[in-house]
């Protein structure tokens, strides 16, 4: 937490600071008054403790970079970003209303209207950011939120914190590395097995996954162990008869399908292919969606059940050691610090192929070499992997009796600790 930082504070010669809304793993947010500007905004700020990294900084830079850039009424927005005493900021839109990640902790599926509604508009907003060269790279529930607005409830698209310039002109090459990036659970293929090779058709499968979260309550892999989830990743085909089960519609089914495509190839061409699926399959439910209930299910007064994204709420790459203001319930749930990450990787083979013999939707798949060695390079740059227990359902692959899961922890700030529910950070 910044701990130097007090409410009614006035920062950057314009900001007076009114609550600290989040804290995660390189920064915090603050909801602030801006002096100058007469309106509320969500004040982004680096700790302290990582003004000494110069990547830390330059990743932070590019982040408000791409947002500013990027005009969408389903993107949050930056009003003022800058640098003072050698600290960087980023003031944006204050939200109000509740993270998908939210609501599916407080029911299994999306009713299809409002699922298709939020996936569209995601589509929209992904179309204007791949239009001008930026990946997103870590599309999750727990950034998207259901903003409440006058004219209704807006889904926005949050955190370019790990988005890929697609022209490494504009961030000197840093967001273009080998290192593997992302959710584990909503990682593409080719972010598993070639994470240079990244592009557009990464963001078109995690929008899939999340349409298959949405409608089936879990996920087409196995979530309880992150070397497995890996493994199967790169070298697993999905199995879309969960998705196809109950009264899901045909061309929902296809939206799935297409954009899970192993090779990415055959996936949807471009993001606004997937907006125009979402609108005419909308269209044919015939049924308006209802983003208004899923924000007051959201809320706190509601039940919450087991958080059903443990590893997609995590993001790599991984640090060895937390951040010390980091969150004090993820300290103190720290399990087991893995300092070969050549060595994890290789045990997920193994073991992902035991897996796929042991069940019986899906024969055992042989990782080639070549998928073997990029992956092992990609994981060795993460140096090493910091994993706590806890509980994750799966839609494929129960847990074994016995076994520990495991969370990833994340390196830019996914898991963070908010102090007002109802508001978002806009990591």
Request: with cysteine.
């Amino acid at each position: 937490m910044s701990v130097e930082l007090q409410p009614g504070e006035l920062v950057f010669g314009r900001y007076r600071l009114s609550q600290l809304i989040g804290v995660g793993g390189m920064g915090s947010v603050w909801s602030a008054r801006d002096e100058k500007g007469g309106r509320k905004v969500a004040l982004k700020l680096l700790h302290p403790s990582m003004l000494a990294d110069p990547v830390a900084i330059q990743r932070f830079s590019l982040e408000a970079e791409a947002v500013t850039a990027l005009k969408h009424r389903s993107i949050v927005e930056v009003f003022d970003a800058g640098r003072s005493s050698n600290r960087p900021y980023i003031a944006m839109e204050l939200l109000d209303g509740a993270t998908l990640s939210d609501v599916l902790k407080r029911t299994t599926k999306i009713p299809l209207p409002s699922l298709l509604d939020i996936v569209r508009s995601l589509a929209e907003a992904l179309a204007v950011a791949h239009a001008n060269g930026i990946v997103h790279r870590d599309l999750k529930p727990a950034n998207v939120f259901l903003h409440r607005t006058r004219e209704g409830i807006v889904p926005k698209l949050l955190d370019f914190g790990i988005s890929k310039f697609m022209n490494p002109s504009q961030d000197g090459g840093l967001t273009a590395t080998g290192d593997l990036l992302g959710s584990p659970t909503y990682m593409s293929p080719e972010q598993v097995t070639t994470p240079r090779d990244v592009d557009h058709r990464s963001d078109i499968w995690a929008l899939g996954i999340l349409t298959y979260r949405g409608i089936t309550g879990g996920y087409p892999f196995d979530v309880t162990n992150p070397a497995v989830l890996l493994a199967q990743i790169g070298s697993r085909d999905i199995d879309l008869g969960e998705v196809r089960v109950g009264d899901t519609s045909p061309s929902v089914v296809a939206i799935v399908t297409k954009c899970l495509e192993r090779q990415r190839d055959e996936r949807y061409g471009s993001a606004s292919e997937v907006a125009a699926a979402c609108t005419a399959a909308l269209a044919e439910l015939g049924q308006p969606p209802d983003l208004a209930a899923l924000v007051a299910l959201a809320q706190p007064s509601s039940p919450q059940m087991r958080d059903p994204d443990t590893i997609a709420e995590s993001a790599l790459p991984i640090l060895p050691e937390p951040f010390p203001h980091a969150h004090p319930a993820s300290r103190s749930r720290r399990g087991i610090v893995i300092g070969g990450a050549v060595v994890l990787v290789a045990s997920a083979i193994a073991v992902a192929a035991v897996a796929s013999r042991a069940s019986p939707r899906a024969p055992p798949v042989a990782i080639p070499n070549a998928t073997t060695s990029a992956t092992a390079t990609a994981m060795a740059t993460s140096a090493t992997a910091a994993i706590e227990t806890e509980a994750v359902p799966s839609a494929t692959t129960a847990a074994s009796p016995g076994a520990r899961p495991v969370r990833l922890l994340p390196l830019h700030a996914p898991t963070h600790k908010q102090t007002d529910p109802s508001r978002h950070p806009g990591f």
